[in-house]
């Protein structure tokens, strides 16, 4: 498996596993530990979290399989986020849906995920939205803490436009390791944004989620959608690859960005599509085909 270095002492699979969903895979604790190492037998060692996810039950799943094996810690990745805030029966004193990134919020929300992960620290923390009641300087103590500390490694952000990237980056003693964005086929605002070429100048491999187009890709009949899955499929042919889904990451992993795919997926042979799509050689032709495809224009 290909590694992203995002740090000196830090690199991420190429492919991650993302456990959005992992509540309603209904897998009792074997059944988690097992998909996790069929994915490190695959060479993904990089797995993201957020403390909502699930309910806010998901990270305690994934620790407490993690539990029944806790040497794979030293060989894995996690990455957790904090700052949105759900109307939940976990969290009665939430009126509304809202954003707290303040320092008292994620100090609170990292102890929680360290708590129900089951490890001693988080490898990456990033916030999950942007906060326009943020006050950087609160976030900026609240991490230097949390690294001082050792309970948490690196810091990123999720959703974070360049700007939003760099106004937090001028408040914090350490760089920014990576932006949690939507990237797929069907969704390019990130190309459009100035998102890509902010990470290439930073040097900040972005994370993709959503890289699937969240399966609308395979049931939606609009016009768009029609284009790309006929170029999907010739392209995909022209590549020997049986599955779009193959495509739509081979897609993804050609960009020089280095961008990281979170393939959400507690399905084996899904999850297997990202990892064959690692040796796809695709063209730059066969690249802008998709791309055109999706934007319904020739480039200029």
Aim: glycine share 4%; proline share 4%; with cysteine.
């Amino acid at each position: 498996m290909q590694k992203v270095k995002l740090a000196e002492d830090l690199s991420f699979s190429r492919i991650i596993h993302g456990l959005w969903r992992l509540n309603s895979w209904n897998f009792n604790k074997d059944e988690i530990l097992r998909l996790i190492e069929e994915c490190m037998e695959l060479g993904i060692t990089t797995f993201d979290h957020a403390d909502i996810y699930g309910n806010y039950q998901n990270e305690a799943l994934f620790g407490k399989a993690l539990a029944l094996k806790p040497s794979l810690r030293e060989k894995m990745e996690l990455v957790t986020k904090c700052g949105i805030k759900l109307v939940s029966d976990q969290r009665p004193e939430h009126e509304i849906q809202y954003y707290d990134t303040s320092k008292e919020h994620i100090l609170k929300s990292a102890e929680n995920s360290l708590k129900n992960l089951q490890t001693d620290f988080i490898d990456v923390l990033l916030i999950h939205r942007p906060d326009p009641d943020m006050d950087p300087e609160e976030v900026a103590e609240a991490f230097t803490m949390l690294k001082e500390q050792g309970k948490v490694r690196h810091f990123g952000v999720s959703n974070f436009t360049p700007a939003q990237v760099e106004m937090l980056s001028s408040y914090l003693p350490f760089p920014l390791v990576t932006n949690q964005v939507e990237i797929s086929v069907s969704h390019l605002h990130a190309f459009q944004d100035g998102t890509i070429e902010h990470c290439l100048q930073k040097r900040i491999p972005p994370m993709a989620w959503s890289p699937l187009a969240g399966g609308r890709i395979f049931t939606d009949s609009d016009e768009k959608t029609l284009r790309l899955q006929k170029t999907l499929q010739e392209v995909g042919e022209e590549l020997a690859l049986t599955k779009i889904d193959s495509v739509m990451y081979a897609w993804l992993l050609h960009h020089p960005a280095k961008i990281m795919p979170i393939v959400g997926s507690g399905k084996l042979e899904r999850i297997k599509m990202a990892t064959e799509a690692l040796n796809v050689k695709m063209t730059r032709q066969q690249w802008f085909k998709i791309w055109i495809a999706s934007t319904g224009e020739d480039v200029a």
